[in-house]
């Protein structure tokens, strides 16, 4: 009877998170997911797995867009269909992890806080890789506790392919691997395991993640070249003294600030507090010797010290979901020799955390309709422009506004060469965005035109939606 009540509580939590993340999963095409859609996804299979011209292809990702998008049809949805199913996946195997290395109450408060979170939440409804590197790094971690505790082959193969699926998606699978990888070995080491095929297993999982991921990365490394993989501008180190004097504090700043939209600060700082009360309680109820932070945070300071990497807010989304784990088991550990009343205090809490997220999923469940059916500014534009396009026509449209526009066009059967800047044109619609004081001339040379070729002093404006203004220029006459 307790087991089927526990387990009528976790599918109410995953019914929550699956309407938060319901709620956002039609939301407007931001820049990077219509580049992913425009530059990598339309491509043929091989195409995606070779071309690796920008680090905005995780490859993986794009094979799953592709395969969604030519199923369901291009759609912001289905466009994002592989990070939220993968986003979704995450909280079964957060509830699992728990039961294994705590208890069942932690395992259920956790579930909630992954659920709930409004930046898991974000990255899990945006057409990006970084829920997948989220799914793939607590799936590597069960494996590895499978894999010591029963030490099956079938758990360090696992333990392998995921790893080198992670890789697959994004090279910055490198931070939840290394820290998993050293935390078996640590953990190996305070069991006192003196059998040499653990340490064995160990050494042979890792080389045999190095060789799927060499053997994935092929294609790429043929066409696109070692360099654009291993050397380009998104992953050579910064300079050592901008970055641990500016670059690191302005970016983890950064990080902070967007995971904590959305949520008031005294409940972000609980949920760091409960980090901390992990480390120093939840150790003792585990069922294992080392906590699993203290590899991870060893791995990514020898990673900061060693590589430099300017890193963004998704370069560490992966930790999100653990953070979550810690900070339940923390709160829990802690107030686990409390009795009020009847109840345990851990039971309380856990209970007050389902109560919590069904009452904010059940408010959303409201808006699911009026959210799907809203429409950004640069969406309403392309359907604006679309019917009068002609050939000889050319759009031109100024940053971060072009890829979306490109991608809705495209929604619209509108052919590449429209957008594509070129000299010979008939006409030209510029776009520009009051919010960044664009203007027509400026658009026309960041698109790498000369401004000379087009008749600025007789460009006529079209109208204006939202912040975005369109104008109609044509050619110089010739003489």
């Known amino acids: 009877m307790k087991q089927r009540t526990e387990f009528i509580i976790f599918l109410l939590i995953l019914a929550g998170g699956l309407i938060l993340r319901l709620a956002a999963l039609n939301d407007p095409v931001s820049y990077d997911e219509a580049y992913t859609y425009i530059a990598f996804a339309r491509q043929s299979w091989f195409g995606i797995l070779s071309d690796y011209s920008l680090p905005n292809n995780h490859i993986l990702h ?117 820290g998993i990888y050293l935390w078996i070995f640590g953990e190996a080491l305070l069991r006192r395991e003196k059998r040499l095929a653990v340490y064995l297993r160990w050494f042979v999982s890792g080389l045999g993640s190095g060789l799927l991921i060499f053997l994935l990365y092929l294609p790429v490394l043929l066409v696109s070249g070692w360099r654009k993989l291993l050397a380009n501008g998104f992953v050579v180190p910064v300079e050592r003294e901008a970055y641990f004097s500016k670059v690191l504090w302005r970016q983890l700043s950064a990080t902070w600030d967007l995971w904590n939209l959305d949520m008031p600060l005294a409940l972000s700082l609980l949920l760091v507090l409960g980090i901390v009360l992990s480390l120093a309680f939840s150790w003792r109820n585990a069922a294992t010797r080392l906590h699993f932070a203290v590899p991870m945070l060893l791995w990514i300071t020898l990673t900061i010290l060693l590589r430099r990497p300017n890193a963004f807010d998704r370069f560490w989304a992966f930790l999100l979901a653990p953070a979550m784990l810690w900070a339940a088991a923390g709160w829990l550990s802690a107030a686990s020799h409390l009795q009020l009343g009847r109840f345990r205090a851990p039971d309380l809490l856990s209970a007050v955390s389902v109560l919590a997220l069904m009452l904010v999923s059940a408010a959303s469940l409201p808006s699911i309709p009026e959210k799907w059916s809203k429409m950004s500014n640069i969406e309403a534009m392309a359907i604006e422009l679309q019917p009068g396009l002609q050939d000889g026509d050319m759009v031109l449209v100024g940053y971060p506004n072009d890829t979306p526009l490109w991608y809705y066009l495209s929604r619209l059967g509108v052919h590449d060469t429209v ?61």
């Open 62 to 178: 794009s094979l799953l867009v592709k395969a969604s998008t030519g199923l369901l049809g291009n759609h912001p949805w289905s466009l994002r269909l592989p990070a939220f199913f993968a986003g979704l996946a995450a909280i079964p195997l957060v509830y699992v992890l728990g039961k294994r290395l705590f208890n069942p109450t932690t395992a259920l408060a956790a579930s909630v806080f992954v659920a709930w979170l409004p930046a898991i939440v974000r990255y899990d409804t945006v057409a990006r890789g970084y829920s997948l590197i989220s799914f793939f790094t607590l799936l590597v971690w069960l494996l590895a506790l499978l894999a010591l505790e029963t030490g099956r082959l079938r758990y360090w193969l696992g333990l392998s392919v995921s790893i080198a699926l992670g890789f697959f998606t994004i090279p910055t699978m490198a931070l939840p691997a290394g």
């Open 419 to 479: 957008w594509q800047a070129r000299p010979d044109f008939e006409r030209a619609f510029v776009l520009i965005s009051t919010n960044y004081g664009q203007t027509p001339e400026g658009v026309i040379r960041d698109s790498k035109l000369d401004p000379a070729l087009f008749d600025l002093a007789a460009a006529t404006w079209l109208g204006k939606i939202g912040s975005i203004e369109s104008y109609l220029i044509y050619p110089v006459p010739s003489k």
